[in-house]
């Protein structure tokens, strides 16, 4: 095998690389997360966090969350942003195209409102580069079959 094959990233880290590239399209004010959807090493869907289509954005009007001194993983319903995972999954319906069976590499860890969809939609793993303290999506991920992978720090 050649040198460069070597230095091939394998496809995890391929298609994390791309959600963190989709990442830098976020327009959260406090984390900024990319998601894409694989399903047979083809790219179904991608989604990042920030206001739905067409409202302003938090750099425009300020982070509520932020305003009201709210730590990251509490009273998420206080936030103008759809999560980089729920956009990606209404992405690929607004298209008409299937997911279940799929993969979904994304920046930081599923919440649990996140893992709920992802198990209903029918995605089979999920790879992610940060924890996010969740321990109620971790065990509904279990419980739902659905595999969880996190990619090593040397990433």
Same mark, same amino acid.
């Given at each position: 095998?050649?040198?460069?094959?070597?230095?091939?990233?394998?496809?995890?880290?391929?298609?994390?690389?791309?959600?963190?590239?989709?990442? *830098?399209?976020? !327009?959260?004010?406090? &984390?900024? /997360?990319? +998601?894409?959807?694989?399903?047979?090493?083809?790219?179904?869907?991608? =989604?990042?966090?920030?206001?739905?289509?067409?409202?302003?954005?938090?750099?425009?009007?300020?982070?509520?969350?932020?305003?009201?001194?709210?730590?990251? *993983?509490?009273? !998420?319903?206080?936030? &103008?942003? /759809?999560? +980089?995972?729920?956009?990606?999954?209404?992405?690929?319906?607004?298209? =008409?195209?299937?997911?279940?069976?799929?993969?979904?590499?994304?920046?930081?860890?599923?919440?649990?409102?996140?893992?709920?969809?992802?198990?209903?939609? *029918?995605?089979?793993?999920?790879?992610?580069?940060?924890?996010?303290?969740?321990?109620?999506?971790?065990?509904?991920?279990?419980?739902? =079959?659905?595999?969880?992978?996190?990619?090593?720090?040397?990433?």
């Amino acid at each position: 095998m050649s040198a460069a094959q070597d230095e091939r990233p394998s496809w995890d880290d391929y298609f994390m690389q791309l959600a963190q590239v989709v990442a *830098g399209r976020s !327009t959260c004010l406090r &984390r900024q /997360v990319g +998601a894409v959807i694989v399903k047979d090493k083809r790219i179904l869907s991608t =989604g990042y966090n920030g206001s739905p289509s067409g409202l302003k954005h938090c750099a425009e009007l300020g982070c509520l969350r932020e305003a009201l001194n709210i730590p990251s *993983g509490q009273r !998420t319903e206080i936030c &103008r942003a /759809v999560h +980089a995972e729920q956009n990606a999954l209404v992405q690929a319906a607004k298209h =008409g195209i299937s997911i279940d069976g799929a993969d979904i590499y994304t920046t930081v860890e599923p919440c649990v409102l996140c893992t709920k969809l992802l198990i209903n939609a *029918g995605i089979r793993r999920a790879v992610f580069l940060l924890p996010y303290p969740d321990a109620l999506a971790r065990e509904l991920a279990e419980e739902a =079959g659905m595999e969880r992978v996190r990619l090593g720090p040397a990433f």
